[in-house]
């Protein structure tokens, strides 16, 4: 049988849950994806021994019964102002370090200066 997921309850990792990227991009986590964006591919096809209403589930570990547990609530982080100003100095700083990066240099030791050399110019050292 196929089932859609609708909620995250219970303890899950920060790795699962929406974080503001450096870029000031959301990543959502796996399983809030799924929950956020329902459709087709993000049916599952859990084990009866893994679902809390089967009769196959083992209620040897007493567990939290996971209908009574809150939803996590699955919203976009907040961006502030002064994350905004410095999410677009990182990328353009990632750019600009990219580009450098790019333009071919044969020697490891004159890309790693033009590295330093663009970075002690971006950044008070």
Same mark, same amino acid.
């Given at each position: 049988?196929?089932?859609?997921?609708?909620?995250?309850?219970?303890?899950?990792?920060? $790795?699962?849950?929406?974080?503001?990227?450096?870029?000031?991009?959301?990543?959502?986590?796996? $399983?809030?994806?799924?929950?956020?964006?329902?459709?087709?591919?993000?049916?599952?096809?859990? $084990?009866?021994?893994?679902?809390?209403?089967?009769?196959?589930?083992?209620?040897?570990?007493?567990?939290?019964?996971?209908?009574?547990?809150?939803?996590?609530?699955?919203?976009?982080?907040?961006?502030?102002?002064?994350?905004?100003?410095?999410?677009?100095?990182?990328?353009?700083?990632?750019?600009?370090?990219?580009?450098?990066?790019?333009?071919?240099?044969?020697?490891?030791?004159?890309?790693?200066?033009?590295?330093?050399?663009?970075?002690?110019?971006?950044?008070?050292?």
């Amino acid at each position: 049988m196929k089932m859609q997921p609708t909620a995250l309850v219970g303890n899950w990792t920060e $790795h699962d849950l929406p974080k503001r990227l450096l870029n000031g991009k959301v990543r959502w986590g796996y $399983h809030a994806e799924r929950i956020r964006n329902p459709g087709p591919e993000s049916l599952m096809n859990p $084990h009866q021994s893994n679902m809390w209403e089967s009769p196959e589930f083992s209620r040897t570990l007493n567990r939290e019964d996971p209908t009574k547990m809150p939803a996590i609530e699955l919203r976009e982080p907040p961006q502030f102002e002064g994350e905004k100003a410095e999410f677009a100095r990182w990328e353009e700083m990632r750019t600009r370090l990219g580009t450098i990066l790019g333009e071919g240099y044969h020697d490891p030791k004159a890309a790693l200066q033009a590295v330093r050399d663009e970075l002690a110019a971006q950044i008070d050292l």
